[in-house]
């Protein structure tokens, strides 16, 4: 039982390249989210999945876009990096109601 | 919608004291309240939570209150060790449906030996 794993754990980008962040869980659980962690921002909220087949936008979600692609995937893609999307992403999941579980992170430079 | 507050933002401690960490909630229908810890370069990890039919709840050294009159609620830590040293997050939603918490900024908590 892997909770929920991340991949890459750490990318290099230049401005304007893209990107995809992957996340895969294996509890069973029906939502899914992504945030991003800035020093001093605490957890914001990018996107989130409430249950297969819906997405819904949070905090941050512009220059993100994110695809539900089974109940265990959910991925977040940068279509064209920026300086200030530098940062930390996590991927988190919970049953409905209940304790998120996060991933380990993957860091993200955009120079 | 909810607004959380957290304070204080830096808390510094000597070993053996006890750290206290309150937030404070916006939205009163908000009835699920957990805390969460992370260390440095780790994931953030559940440590305690609360609902709001009870107004405390212990697991051996960490306390958690909740006030649901004053909308606050607050982590204790007593005995601080220096493995308790990291950044914690309170959080509030609303069960039921899809459950989209409200983190605070969090509370970086430095024990010193």
């Known amino acids: 039982n892997a909770g929920v794993t991340q991949t890459p754990k750490f990318q290099v980008l230049k401005t304007g390249q893209s990107m995809t962040l992957q996340c895969a869980q294996d509890?069973?659980?029906?939502?899914m989210y992504w945030y991003r962690q800035d020093p001093g921002m605490g957890l914001r909220l990018i996107y989130y999945s409430a249950s297969e087949g819906t997405t819904d936008k949070g905090e941050v979600p512009n220059g993100y876009n994110v695809s539900r692609l089974n109940k265990r995937e959910f991925s977040l893609r940068l279509e064209s990096a920026a300086p200030s999307q530098t940062s930390v992403y996590f991927c988190a999941s919970s049953a409905l109601s209940e304790t998120q579980y996060f991933g380990p992170g993957t860091r993200l430079l955009v120079l | 919608g909810e607004n959380v507050e957290q304070h204080p933002s830096t808390l510094s401690v000597q070993e053996g004291d006890s750290a206290v960490i309150k937030c404070t909630y916006s939205d009163s229908a908000s009835n699920y309240f957990p805390w969460y810890k992370q260390e440095l370069g780790k994931r953030p990890q559940l440590i305690i939570d609360i609902r709001s039919n009870v107004g405390e709840k212990k697991d051996q050294r960490i306390a958690v209150t909740l006030n649901k009159t004053a909308k606050h609620f607050s982590l204790h830590i007593t005995e601080t060790q220096p493995e308790d040293s990291a950044v914690y997050f309170c959080?509030?939603?609303?069960?039921?449906?899809?459950?989209?918490?409200?983190f605070g900024r969090g509370t970086s908590l430095i024990v010193h030996p």
């Open positions: 509890m069973n659980h029906n939502s």
């Open positions: 959080a509030a939603s609303k069960q039921g449906g899809s459950y989209i918490p409200t």
